[in-house]
Every structure is written in structure tokens, then in C-alpha cells.
């Protein structure tokens, strides 16, 4: 079984400009999250949707980015325009809720920005 | 101030030793505590849960404990390997969809 999709990998572009990251999720799973994950530090939670709805984006910064999961199946994250401080691991995770497993996540490798 | 403290920062020990990683919290209330080790370069993957009730859980080489009394879990992990060097997470969860996840121990493990 195909675990979480991420791409790109690794993306370099220089402030102001925009930048998208698209993610795949395991096949069924209803939850996806996006986490921002600094060097030397834990994923911090982004966003999370349960279906196509974002029902968690209070740490979302809504004057840059923005997400979607059109379907309820991949979602994309974009950053317009991105800053410095906006270099880091972006990783996307999904999990099956409502069931007995405490909803593990299961995490993308994560696409690693770096804005000049 | 995180609700989610791991010690210590980074860890460097030689290949075949043992080593413990620390995790001490303040989430309330108390779901279930997670650890996870993260390979340079990759996703977080899961090695063990713990809920309220259980006080260890083992995963091969790996062993976590729970005092949910004192709040403090530890991750013991036994005849090291060079493949054991990435960063370990401490994560819990105060309800199904409210994680805290730690810094992260970093441990490095030599020949």
C-alpha cells in the first residue's frame, strides 16, 4: 500500500514569489493535515481537514497561506507571497477516524523550502 | 511554554549501547502519549502508544514507559544499531484530534 505523496520534494525560490506543495493521502483515510516542522523541532499543526472540510486552520496565516482538498482526497498548500521565515519542512499527514487506532497519523516525507 | 518538554536535546552514543530518551508533559487532559522517530529526510513514524492504563509498551528494540502520575514517559532503546540515529518524538494527545508534539531528541549513534 502507497503511503502519503508529497511533492515536491525540494523547493528553492526567492521571497515574494508563490510556492505550492501537493499532497496525496493513504487511499481512504478522511483526515489530512499539514504541519510546518522548523529545524531542530516537532511539527506544528497548520491545518486540518476531516473530508473536504477544514475544520481546524486557526494556526493557518490566512494573509499568505491558503489550502484546499477539493474531493476530500489530495489537498495542495500554497504560500503567496513567501518570506524567509517561511523555510522549512512542510509535511502532510492523514489518518482514518473513528476507529480503534487513536488516529494514527501517517506522515509524507515532507517538502523542504528554502526561500532566498 | 510547551506542554511537551523531551530531554535531552541530542544524544550521542556508540553503536550496541542503550540509551533512554525522556519525555515530561503538562497536556491536560490525557489521551494517549506517542512516540515517533523521525529519519533525516523523512515523515514521522509511529513506534509506539500508550494510553492512561498501560505503563510500557515494547516495539523490538524499542521499549516506552507511561508514569501518567508524574506525567513523564521514557523511550529505552536497547543494543543500539547505526540505523537507530534520527530524531524522537514525544507526542500527546489531550483528545483525538489534539496532538503536542515535542522538540524531539536527536540521537546520533557511532561505530
Known amino acids: 500500500e502507497a503511503g502519503v505523496v508529497q511533492s515536491p520534494r525540494y523547493k528553492i525560490i526567492e521571497k515574494k514569489q508563490p510556492v505550492a506543495f501537493w499532497c496525496n493521502p493513504i487511499?481512504?483515510?478522511?483526515?489530512l493535515y499539514w504541519y510546518l516542522q522548523n529545524l531542530g523541532q516537532g511539527p506544528e499543526l497548520l491545518i486540518r481537514?476531516?473530508?473536504?472540510?477544514?475544520?481546524?486552520d486557526s494556526q493557518l496565516p490566512k494573509d499568505r497561506f491558503s489550502a484546499e482538498r477539493l474531493k476530500g482526497v489530495d489537498s495542495t498548500l500554497k504560500i503567496q507571497p513567501a518570506e524567509l521565515g517561511d523555510s522549512a519542512v512542510y509535511l502532510c499527514a492523514s489518518s482514518l477516524s473513528g476507529t480503534t487506532n487513536y488516529n494514527e497519523q501517517f506522515f509524507g516525507p515532507g517538502t523542504r523550502l528554502t526561500v532566498l | 511554554k510547551n506542554q511537551v518538554e523531551q530531554s535531552p536535546q541530542s544524544l550521542i552514543i556508540l553503536e550496541g549501547k542503550n540509551c533512554t530518551l525522556q519525555?515530561?508533559?503538562?497536556?491536560?487532559?490525557?489521551?494517549?502519549l506517542r512516540w515517533y522517530k523521525q529519519d533525516t529526510g523523512r515523515g514521522p513514524v509511529s513506534l509506539t502508544i500508550m494510553t492512561f492504563s498501560e505503563n510500557t509498551k515494547s516495539n523490538g528494540r524499542y521499549t516506552a514507559t507511561l508514569d501518567a502520575d508524574t506525567k513523564q514517559s521514557s523511550l529505552h532503546i536497547t543494543a543500539s544499531q547505526l540505523s537507530d540515529s534520527a530524531s524522537y518524538i514525544c507526542v500527546v494527545s489531550a483528545g483525538p484530534n489534539d496532538m503536542r508534539f515535542g522538540a524531539g531528541t536527536r540521537l546520533t549513534v557511532k561505530p
Open positions: 481537514y476531516e473530508n473536504e472540510e477544514a475544520v481546524d
Open positions: 519525555c515530561n508533559y503538562t497536556v491536560s487532559p490525557f489521551s494517549n
Open positions: 487511499s481512504g483515510h478522511n483526515t
